[in-house]
DNA sequence: GCGACAG
DNA sequence: ATCTTGTCGC
């Protein structure tokens, strides 16, 4: 039985509120992982009604990439703010299902706790897998905030009703801030330590620039990837 | 009622 | 997300 058919799906907006509001309780705020050795980065591109999800495990000591599994399907919810993950989820669940490792931590692109209902992707991904996994958000959603410094590695928090859901992450000097926060299984001075570590030279972290890139080379080549059969000849072989 | 709203 | 040229800066 897979995953997926131990939740309901929602075939509307209002079924979509519902569930997130039965499921925020499940999820685990804790000072874990103990030791991550690998990281997995997640992203989704879009192309006509085609939908490509790509993960990438990365050592998380030297991030060189270890493996990586795409997934293309058909776009089966609309993108509503709040509602973000019906969307993306089941591409990448089924991505997911094609590794062979399993990563010590999910690292998403998009919030996790930083949601209006306390439950964005990153937390239901990580509920869903049962991974630690963590949110980092390329723009802002909820919550209010003071601009961190302007060196790489200053944060501060991110405040909404009264409740610290995420950070403000500047992963290099001079750059815009990204917004973390913790999905699954993790804390929030975790998901800090790792966004950074995982960020040495560039605004995002490498498990999700190899990941956009990934899910980008999957829409271009239909069918065909890194370890498929050779284009036919033109005039085919024999006679 | 109006504004804001991940990818 | 995606549509898109030139342009500022290291």
Redesign the pocket.
């Known amino acids: 039985m897979d995953i997926e058919d131990l939740h309901p799906w929602p075939s509307s907006a209002e079924e979509g509120l519902a569930l ?1 509001e039965r499921l925020r309780g499940l999820v685990r705020e804790e000072p874990g992982p103990a030791e991550v050795r690998t990281v997995a980065g997640l ?5 006509d009604d085609r939908v ?1 999800a790509a993960v990438v495990v990365l050592d998380a000591a030297t991030l060189l990439p270890v493996e990586s599994a795409v997934a293309v399907e058909r776009p089966s919810f609309p ?7 019906f ?2 989820l089941p591409a990448l669940l089924s991505a997911l299902r094609r590794l062979e490792t399993v990563p010590d931590l999910l690292v ?5 706790r ?3 209902r306390r ?6 991904l990580g509920l869903l897998t049962g991974l630690p996994a963590m ?8 919550g209010e905030h003071v601009e961190p410094g302007r060196e790489r590695g200053s944060f501060t928090d991110l405040v909404h009703e009264g409740e610290v859901v995420g950070r403000t992450v500047r992963t290099q000097t001079g750059v815009r801030p990204v ?1 973390v926060s913790v999905g699954h299984r993790v804390d929030l001075d975790a998901v800090t330590r790792h966004v950074l570590a995982l960020s040495p030279s560039y605004r995002l972290p490498e498990t999700t620039r190899r990941a ?1 890139r990934l ?2 080379e999957a ?1 271009r080549a239909p069918e065909s990837g890194p370890a498929s059969a050779p284009p036919p000849a033109s005039a085919p072989p024999g006679r």
Not at 43 to 47: C, E, H, L, M, R
Not at 135 to 142: C, E, Y
Request: glycine share 14%.
């Open positions: 997130q992203d989704v591109s879009y192309a490509a993108y509503i703010p709040g509602l973000f993950a969307r993306e998403c692109d998009g919030h996790g930083a949601h209006f439950f964005g992707l990153a937390c239901h949110g980092v958000g390329k723009t802002f959603l909820v917004y956009d899910s980008r829409l």
